[in-house]
């Protein structure tokens, strides 16, 4: 069974430009989490969807960051315009509906110039 | 959330069983300890979940003691695959937003 999938690995933007993470659960996992890595600190929780509605969106730093999942499927992250402390490592995870364990991605490493 | 206090780093070699020791004093009565393992370039791995006394798995095992503000993870014979940083986590069984704190860089020498 394919586990979660990040695209891109990498993506190396200029500051004022626009990015869109795509993350890929686990067939059947309804919940789906992003996390986050900037240079230096600890991975810090961004939201959690159940299916396609947002469950806890206390964690997204500013309105730069849009988070979508339409259909329940998979999810995007877009930042609109980007800022050189957006630079690190975008984590998605996802859980089955009834409990276990959070299932990462391997990550995209987001560099702005 | 809990928070957690783990060592920064531990160095160990080949063949050897290490400990690594997470303390949670605020630890709830609903809360449950996940730890995870992280390689370089990957995310997150599930090793272990407990709630109390000890849990085995293939992997590892998870101490407990009875006032539930510390846990202990255990590794048998690491290898040099075994390098990574381990995370501590507290929470609900079902919870839904891990802080993952410094974790402990374990380093495993031959």
């Known amino acids: 069974e394919a586990g979660v999938t990040q695209f891109p690995s990498h993506s190396v933007i200029e500051k004022g430009q626009t990015v869109t993470l795509r993350c890929d659960p686990i067939s059947g996992h309804d919940n789906l989490y992003w996390y986050r890595r900037v240079m230096g600190k600890e991975i810090k929780f961004l939201l959690h969807?159940?299916?396609?509605?947002?469950?806890?969106e206390s964690g997204m730093p500013n309105n730069r960051f849009l988070a979508e999942r339409t259909g329940g499927t998979y999810s995007t992250l877009k930042v609109q315009p980007a800022e050189l402390e957006d630079s690190g490592v975008y984590f998605c995870a996802s859980r089955e509906p009834n409990g276990g364990e959070q299932f990462f991605g391997p990550g995209t490493r987001l560099t702005v110039l | 959330l809990a928070k957690t206090t783990q060592p920064i780093s531990m160095d160990s070699y080949e063949g050897q069983e290490v400990n690594i020791t997470c303390s949670h004093n605020?630890?709830?009565?609903?809360?449950?300890i996940t730890w995870y393992q992280q390689f370089p370039s990957q995310g997150p791995r599930f090793i272990i979940q407990?709630?109390?006394t000890k849990v085995t798995n293939e992997v590892a095992s998870l101490f407990i003691p009875a006032d539930r503000k510390s846990s202990t993870l255990s590794l048998p014979r690491v290898s040099l695959s075994d390098t990574a940083v381990y995370y501590c986590l507290v929470g609900e069984y079902n919870f839904n937003k891990f802080y993952f704190g410094s974790g402990t860089k374990l380093n495993v020498k031959p």
């Open positions: 605020n630890i709830a009565t609903n809360d449950y």
């Open positions: 969807f159940v299916k396609e509605s947002k469950q806890d």
């Open positions: 407990g709630y109390k």
